[in-house]
């Protein structure tokens, strides 16, 4: 707009000079106004040149101004991206924390529910070992029955009050359970031959008392034979 306006103020004193030309008429008039056109063209051309110089360093401000804008622009969108990767992080660390408490909550009820099942296990395993010792205590007082655990996961069972003549004298054997959960019957003294016929009524009837009364009846007839 400011060089428009220099030309229309150009256009203006070529009119006034070509108004002076025609309304002149001696020579000397004419080289007068020759250098003043001269003086004039001269004087625009320097102020065109000074508002080009002052247009081309707006437009070069402009320019900056667009590239700070654009670099300004590429810095909020990267703080734009990292926010919503961080959003994004802490979305993900609340899923996984909720996953975290929900298996939390399992594991404790699996774990009361365990630790129930185990004291109700341990108050029948009490009650079970005080019917055993009760059991144990009654065989040894009338039966004359000591039961020991040996070695190899071995029970001994010894028998007293066979022998009339020697009370403490001991009549023994051994009994585990075999790979098959079967009873397994062994090392008896004196030796018993009907002991494998024992041992096979008991693996089927699982009547365990009635194979200890057997046993006993025939440690005791080996005394009396």
């Given at each position: 707009?400011?060089?428009?306006?220099?030309?229309?103020?150009?256009?203006?004193?070529?009119?006034?000079?070509?108004?002076?030309?025609?309304?002149?008429?001696?020579?000397?008039?004419?080289?007068?106004?020759?250098?003043?056109?001269?003086?004039s063209?001269?004087?625009?051309?320097?102020?065109l040149?000074?508002?080009?110089?002052?247009?081309?360093?707006?437009v070069?401000?402009?320019?900056?101004?667009?590239?700070?804008?654009?670099?300004?622009n590429?810095?909020?969108?990267?703080?734009?991206?990292?926010?919503?990767?961080?959003?994004?992080?802490?979305?993900?660390?609340?899923?996984e924390?909720e996953?975290?408490?929900?298996?939390?909550?399992?594991?404790?009820e699996?774990?009361?529910?365990?630790?129930?099942?185990?004291?109700?296990?341990?108050?029948a395993?009490?009650?079970r070992?005080?019917?055993?010792?009760?059991?144990?205590?009654?065989?040894?007082?009338?039966l004359?029955?000591?039961?020991?655990?040996?070695?190899?996961?071995?029970?001994q069972?010894?028998?007293?009050?066979?022998?009339?003549?020697?009370?403490?004298?001991?009549?023994?054997?051994?009994?585990?359970?075999?790979?098959?959960?079967?009873?397994?019957?062994?090392?008896?003294?004196?030796?018993?031959?009907?002991?494998?016929?024992f041992?096979?009524?008991v693996?089927?009837?699982?009547?365990?008392?009635?194979?200890?009364?057997?046993?006993?009846k025939?440690f005791?007839?080996?005394?009396?034979?």
């Amino acid at each position: 707009m400011m060089v428009e306006d220099e030309l229309a103020l150009f256009d203006k004193s070529l009119n006034e000079f070509w108004n002076k030309f025609k309304s002149t008429d001696t020579t000397f008039q004419m080289a007068g106004l020759r250098d003043t056109y001269k003086d004039s063209l001269k004087a625009f051309a320097e102020k065109l040149s000074v508002k080009l110089k002052e247009e081309d360093r707006m437009v070069e401000m402009f320019l900056e101004y667009q590239n700070q804008i654009s670099r300004q622009n590429k810095v909020i969108q990267e703080k734009k991206d990292n926010l919503l990767k961080l959003i994004a992080e802490v979305k993900d660390k609340k899923q996984e924390l909720e996953v975290l408490t929900a298996n939390i909550q399992d594991l404790k009820e699996e774990y009361s529910r365990k630790k129930e099942t185990i004291s109700t296990a341990n108050k029948a395993n009490a009650e079970r070992l005080k019917r055993l010792q009760k059991s144990a205590d009654l065989y040894k007082d009338r039966l004359g029955l000591e039961i020991r655990k040996i070695y190899g996961e071995k029970l001994q069972f010894i028998f007293t009050n066979i022998d009339p003549k020697n009370p403490e004298s001991p009549f023994m054997f051994s009994l585990h359970l075999n790979e098959a959960r079967d009873y397994e019957v062994s090392d008896s003294a004196p030796h018993l031959e009907c002991l494998t016929e024992f041992q096979e009524n008991v693996r089927k009837t699982n009547n365990f008392s009635a194979f200890l009364a057997n046993v006993r009846k025939a440690f005791t007839a080996t005394v009396h034979n």
